[in-house]
């Protein structure tokens, strides 16, 4: 067994066990086998009287409880003498912070970022979202009315959000009309590109002006590649010229594939190659500060889910019941759930102005949010307010 006494707090974490007995000679061979199988870089074992000390930087969890509970076999141990190993065992799933790397979790040194001398004073030098710093953004908060909470209301979007007043809204999560030529029940898809931004941003700078400071703006937005409009990046300009703060850029990773390869260019030539793509863009934005106040009590986003959606890579299959509900571009409720949890409170207003069949408004209600749905369309709306008829039980699941 490894000795090691240099720095071991700073290079590794430290566990103890506390078994106030001498260890048995099937405990020792474990341990020795243990540190055997497992390099020493990784994890190691100091003994002392009637104390076992685990050492620990990194570690495939999965893999060592696998080989413990191979050993615990092999040496046919009492359940007194295993006791120390899923006591470890324990302690390891209990710490809550740690990184990934190649399958193992990484306890030490895990977070530490590439050091830059005088960085706070630089980050001010350069300024943080600059072109956002003069805003004229108020932070007052004002009520949503009544009439329009919790509600789904069939009409032009933009007619509705001038009625709202100013700073009530929480988080806006929607996704227009992508302007491809889809089948929508009443909205022209596939109009001149200049008449499409025109009216999109009329209601985008209503959602400004009704968000709350602190509030934030999601769009989801697809690019048209055959015709070589760069929507997401049109719409983040568009929102930062109007002083938004642009907080990040989310991949939805849909794992489509059925595009052509010759669709809309060439095949085994330079000349013009059609680049095939498979996922959408969540473009995120704060109105006035980064940081968005809310009750502890209502996070509720775990740990783990935490760690995984910060990635922001998210791989999730597409909505598979567009047929069921008539429409032809729906994003799936998992894409809302992990952004409602993420960027928002119960309790908190989301708004859907581009509400089409509601699934942004039906995980609002499930995850315990308040909402406002707009659609032009009452074929859609109808839809919507049918799939907030939830049955009890399952409407108490999602709100816990």
């Avoid at 908060?141 to 069939?154: A, E, H, R, S, W």
């Avoid at 929507?231 to 850029?249: G, M, Q, R, T």
């Avoid at 995984?308 to 409720?333: D, L, T």
């Avoid at 039906?362 to 406002?372: C, P, S, T, Y």
Wanted: glycine share 4%.
């Amino acid at each position: 067994m490894q000795d090691k006494s240099n720095d071991l707090n700073k290079e590794y974490l430290s566990i103890n066990i506390d078994i106030k007995r001498t260890l048995h000679n099937k405990e020792l061979e474990i341990i020795a086998a243990l540190e055997k199988k497992f390099s020493n870089k990784d994890f190691f074992f100091k003994l002392e009287d009637s104390k076992v000390n685990f050492f620990l930087k990194s570690i495939n969890l999965q893999d060592f409880k696998e080989f413990v509970n191979h050993l615990l076999k092999k040496y046919d141990t009492e359940s007194k003498h295993s006791k120390l190993f899923h006591d470890i065992i324990s302690k390891i799933e209990n710490i809550k912070s740690y990184g990934i790397k190649s399958g193992k979790r990484i306890y030490v040194t895990y977070n530490q970022e590439r050091k830059v001398q005088n960085r706070k004073k630089k980050i001010l030098q350069r300024g943080s979202f600059f072109y956002a710093q003069d805003n004229e953004f108020t932070k007052e908060v004002n009520v949503l009315p009544d009439k329009f909470l919790n509600k789904i209301i069939c009409a032009d979007s933009l007619e509705i959000l001038k009625q709202l007043p100013n700073n009530c809204i929480d988080l806006v999560f929607t996704s227009p009309p992508y302007n491809f030529g889809l089948g929508y029940d009443t909205t022209e898809d596939g109009i001149d590109w200049e008449k499409y931004f025109e009216k999109l941003f009329d209601i985008f700078k209503e959602c400004i002006r009704v968000v709350k400071f602190g509030g934030r703006i999601i769009v989801n937005i697809q690019p048209l590649y055959s015709d070589y409009i760069p929507s997401h990046h049109i719409i983040s300009n568009f929102f930062i010229k109007n002083k938004l703060i642009w907080k990040a850029e989310i991949l939805w990773e849909k794992h489509n594939y059925n595009c052509k390869y010759t669709a809309w260019g060439s095949w085994k030539s330079p000349s013009n190659p059609y680049m095939k793509y498979t996922w959408e863009y969540l473009e995120v934005f704060c109105k006035g500060e980064m940081k968005k106040e809310g009750k502890k009590e209502n996070i509720d986003i775990t740990g783990d889910e935490f760690k995984k959606w910060v990635v922001a890579q998210w791989s999730i299959a597409p909505e598979r019941n567009m047929k069921k509900y008539g429409h032809p571009a729906m994003f799936p409720e998992e894409l809302v759930r992990r952004t409602l949890k993420l960027f928002s409170y119960k309790n908190d207003i989301i708004l859907d102005p581009f509400n089409g069949a509601g699934t942004t408004t039906l995980v609002a209600k499930k995850l315990g949010r308040n909402f406002l749905g707009i659609d032009i369309s009452k074929k859609y709306c109808e839809i919507a307010k049918k799939r907030l008829k939830l049955p009890k039980t399952l409407e108490k699941f999602y709100s816990n």
